[in-house]
């Protein structure tokens, strides 16, 4: 019997998923904003580096592919915002530990 579908277990997922141009996942990018979880649909909004980041639906379908991929998921819906903006700052210390900044 699995366990119950919850924020850290899509959280998790989200993990294995990066941004092709910085080797770094996208949770530990801060760019996770919001996981909301009812009933088997996982809604995820999520920013990117850059507003004109050209790899943002590479990395929306990635995060959605990762996210299908746990048990009890029947829908993933993930939106891409900007608001607020990004900024070095959301980066968790293991991003900045990867990035090699202090």
Excluded: H, R
């Amino acid at each position: 019997m699995s366990e119950s579908l919850n924020k850290e277990k899509v959280i998790e997922a989200l993990k294995e998923v990066y941004d092709p141009e910085i080797p770094v996942n996208i949770v530990d990018l801060g760019l996770i904003y919001e996981v909301e979880i009812d009933n088997g649909e996982v809604d995820v909004k999520m920013t990117l580096t850059a507003a004109g980041c050209g790899m943002g639906p590479y990395i929306a379908q990635q995060a959605e592919w990762a996210i299908s991929e746990l048990e009890e998921v029947e829908d993933v819906n993930v939106d891409i915002v900007f608001e607020p903006p990004w900024d070095p700052e959301k980066i968790t210390e293991d991003g900045k530990k990867l990035l090699g900044i202090d």
